[in-house]
């Protein structure tokens, strides 16, 4: 498809698991963004990765939350030792460019993570 | 400390009226503003945004006015249809900031019939 690609959409892990969290951006697009939305919250940055440059982590919770992106396009999220209150949808998002600014960012569907 | 604030968690609104989301914020530094609409099990779609150097921006039903001096600025959508029930999320960015966009919390609106 034409837009950006999340899965699983949804996972459902123990405590105390890993996962990962899969996103294929806008073909084109440089740059990658990971947003996650608890219950009853907005949207919260994790990461941002810009082309080749070093990503901007400043948002990720804790040293359990770790993401990468191969080749510029792929981008993989991962939590370890899965806590309950990393029950959330994690959305990412991809634009063309400098993040906002005249660059509109369009969401994935996001994947709904359910940690029992 | 939230820089974006939506403080309306939910609205209700008839249909054919006029809707007035509101959001305010804190940081001087947001040059550019951008409302999200997200509905159920979907991921955020763009829906509008404005640059600090204009005071309003439309888009058919849709408008968006900045208020600098008040830091606050709100979303119009005129006349209310039932397919604009959804979650309305704002957004501020910052050239120099860190982190990309902030997002408010959201308000959820409801078209009534």
Not at chain 2, 59 to 83: E, Y
Request: hydrophobic share 30%.
């Amino acid at each position: 498809g034409a837009g950006v690609s999340q899965s699983p959409s949804n996972k459902v892990t123990e405590k105390g698991k890993d996962v990962e969290l899969r996103c294929d951006p806008i073909s084109g697009h440089t740059a990658l963004y990971w947003y996650r939305q608890s219950l009853g919250q907005g949207l919260e940055f994790l990461i941002y990765f810009q082309g080749n440059s070093a990503p901007d982590k400043s948002g990720l919770p804790s040293d359990r939350f770790s993401a990468e992106r191969t080749g510029g396009s792929v981008s993989t999220l991962t939590i370890q030792r899965t806590q309950q209150e990393d029950s959330a949808v994690y959305l990412c998002a991809s634009s063309l460019g400098n993040r906002g600014g005249g660059n509109t960012i369009y969401f994935g569907e996001g994947s709904w993570l359910t940690v029992v | 400390d939230q820089q974006v604030k939506q403080n309306s968690p939910s609205l209700s609104v008839q249909e054919g009226r006029i809707s007035i989301l509101n959001c305010d914020y804190t940081n001087s530094m947001f040059d550019y503003f951008l409302w999200y609409k997200k509905y159920p099990a979907e991921g955020p779609t763009f829906l509008i945004s404005i640059s600090s150097i204009k005071d309003k921006n439309e888009d058919g039903r849709f408008t968006v006015f900045l208020n600098k001096s008040a830091k606050h600025l709100s979303l119009h959508i005129v006349p209310s249809q039932p397919g604009d029930s959804a979650v309305y999320f704002c957004a501020a960015y910052s050239g120099g900031g860190a982190d990309g966009l902030t997002f408010g919390k959201g308000t959820h609106l409801i078209i009534q019939p």
